[in-house]
């Protein structure tokens, strides 16, 4: 498990529990904010890796492959992206299922 894997999990907790924050309707609480964001987040991280996009590319970095603050950039936006909507989503099919 690479570091950039970790702060993409992690950024994914926060992306979800910003979300969970901002809309009430999607809040699934604290754990299952994380939980979900976490999932998204990791796979935000692999979906990434797997088409090759390096995240120091994407955040400007000049190092392709190390832990710079471009690959720390780009992996903190990837699993917050993933993390927040992964959140969403399960917040919405679980909101449908509510009705």
Same mark, same amino acid.
């Given at each position: 498990?690479?570091?950039?894997l ?6 994914? %907790? ?5 979300v ?11 754990i299952?904010?994380?939980? %979900? ?16 996009v /390096?995240?120091?590319?994407?955040a400007?970095?000049a190092? %392709?492959?190390?832990? /710079?603050?471009?690959?720390i950039?780009?992996?903190v ?10 959140? %969403? ?11």
């Amino acid at each position: 498990m690479g570091p950039e894997l970790i702060i993409g999990l992690l950024s994914g %907790a926060a992306g979800g529990n910003i979300v969970g924050k901002l809309s009430e309707k999607l809040n699934l609480g604290l754990i299952g904010n994380s939980l %979900a964001g976490i999932v998204g987040g990791g796979a935000g991280a692999a979906i990434l890796g797997q088409l090759g996009v /390096d995240p120091a590319a994407l955040a400007g970095g000049a190092e %392709a492959g190390g832990l /710079d603050i471009g690959s720390i950039i780009g992996s903190v936006a990837g699993g917050g992206v993933g993390g927040g909507a992964l959140m %969403a989503v399960i917040g919405v099919v679980k909101g449908m299922m509510n009705k």
